[in-house]
């Protein structure tokens, strides 16, 4: 039998993607990656004790981590779907008001 050279370079290649807050995007962004065959794994943060204590309706934040090669395609998939942030239509309103 021949041996075979293997490598144990990094195996692991998840990265954080988005922290989603709101169950209801949270739902939209599974439907896109699952439709999509974007595999994803969502990793909840852990509030403490005393946050739930004071803000026990809000939802848990959700990090959605994917694999590092399909980062550009996700982020074309969401801009299409959820829409542009807030923040990046108001620099493209404030560079149309500056140019015109």
């Known amino acids: 039998m021949e041996n075979i ?3 144990a370079g990094p195996i692991n290649n998840e990265v954080d993607f988005c922290r989603v807050f709101d169950s209801d995007t949270k739902r939209k962004i599974e439907k896109i ?3 999509n065959r974007i595999s994803y794994y969502c990793q909840y943060e852990d509030k403490g004790f005393f946050h ?3 803000k ?3 939802d ?3 990090v959605f981590r994917i694999h590092d090669a399909e980062v550009a395609r996700a982020k074309e998939l969401l801009r299409k779907a959820l829409g542009e942030s807030k923040k990046k239509k108001k620099e493209k309103e404030d560079k149309k008001n500056e140019q015109g």
Do not use: G
């Open 5 to 7: 050279p293997f490598n």
């Open 33 to 35: 990656f699952v439709d």
């Open 52 to 54: 739930s204590l004071l």
């Open 56 to 58: 026990p309706r809000q």
């Open 60 to 62: 848990a934040a959700c």
